[in-house]
């Protein structure tokens, strides 16, 4: 399957989640892309562009990445899936990163508003979970999203 990981970082914390996901579906035999979201650098106050926008449609299957921001989907990845064409039928995974140690405080909200998204585009989302930085236990975190999110999208 042609997987595409498109994903939105700032300092780097998901696009190293997104790398241990491509590692893994492409170990299980899978074309995986990392596609990244990049936004403009704006002065506050103004809309966000995209320098950025990966074809999401050239993808069999799609994860998206984003972090939190202001207990929020990050603008980035809140723009980019305003923007993006019809997903009609495309399964797809989401997964956010935030640094606080509890899903509730931002991680929750922003993947109800990416799973909203996406299915506003008419995509079937199959799985999604959130990455708590500070939290010691961030590595087995990561390693039951990865497992959960390569179960949903190529069972
Ligand atoms: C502007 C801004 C707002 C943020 N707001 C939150 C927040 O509300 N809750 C949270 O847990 N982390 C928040 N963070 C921390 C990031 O979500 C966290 O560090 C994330 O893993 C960064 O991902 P990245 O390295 O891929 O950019 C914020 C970071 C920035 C820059």
Redesign the pocket.
């Known amino acids: 399957m042609n997987i595409g990981i498109i994903?939105?970082?700032?300092?780097?914390?998901?696009?190293?989640v997104a790398e241990k996901l491509r590692e893994a579906l492409a170990q299980a035999g899978h074309t995986v892309t990392v596609d990244r979201v990049e936004a403009e650098g704006k002065p506050d106050g103004q809309p966000i562009k995209l320098r950025r926008a990966p074809d999401a449609g050239k993808y069999d299957v799609v994860v998206l990445g984003?972090?939190?921001?202001?207990?929020?989907l990050?603008p980035a990845m809140r723009a980019y899936l305003a923007q993006v064409p019809p997903l009609k039928g495309k399964r797809v995974a989401g997964f956010?990163?935030?640094?606080?140690p509890f899903a509730w405080?931002?991680?929750n909200h922003a993947l109800r508003q990416l799973r909203r998204a996406c299915e506003a585009k008419g995509a079937t989302v199959c799985g999604s979970g959130a990455?708590?930085?500070s939290r010691r236990s961030r590595d087995r975190q990561i390693a039951e999203l990865v497992d959960r999110l390569s179960g949903c999208l190529a069972p």
């Open positions: 994903v939105h970082s700032q300092t780097g914390n998901t696009l190293s984003a972090p939190v921001h202001a207990f929020s990050a956010v990163t935030q640094q606080f405080m931002g991680g990455v708590n930085w």
